[in-house]
């Protein structure tokens, strides 16, 4: 397998924390956002893939990163929305616009304090994906 369907895991996941109910009024970014920012915003981060293909066919294993960035004196509202976007991703049934996503899991978290006072908390999630 290849990197082939990672911008069509990027999309799916990003349509469906958009479209998600419980997350409605955060901020979700594929880049760092410009202008005023949220006190409180989530953002696509790193990513890294690996062949996953097995004897049943060719595939990729995604570990790919979501941050919470918050300007709060404290982590709760972060943790919070932490949780609120794992129990969202975990359950999820992501319809890819290329292949099919095979299994969502969640991998580690990261939660620091910043220099500058902000707090980040770094979701790091699992996904098999398998090409059509």
Excluded at 16 to 33: E, F, K, R, S, V
Excluded at 89 to 112: K, T, Y
Aim: hydrophobic share 40%; charged share 20%.
């Amino acid at each position: 397998m290849s990197y082939a369907l990672s911008a069509a895991l990027q999309s799916a996941v990003f349509q469906h924390l958009g479209n998600d109910p419980a997350l409605a009024g955060i901020a979700i970014h594929d880049a760092l956002p410009s202008g005023t920012v949220p006190p409180i915003y989530v953002l696509l981060g790193d990513e890294d893939v690996r062949d996953g293909s097995d004897k049943s066919g060719a595939g990729a294993l995604h570990r790919f990163t979501l941050s919470i960035h918050s300007d709060s004196a404290g982590f709760s509202s972060a943790k919070q929305l932490a949780s609120t976007l794992c129990d969202s991703l975990i359950s999820a049934p992501l319809v890819l616009s290329r292949g099919q996503l095979i299994g969502l899991w969640f991998d580690r978290a990261n939660a620091r304090r910043l220099s500058d006072g902000s707090r980040r908390i770094e979701l790091r999630f699992r996904a098999r994906v398998e090409d059509d």
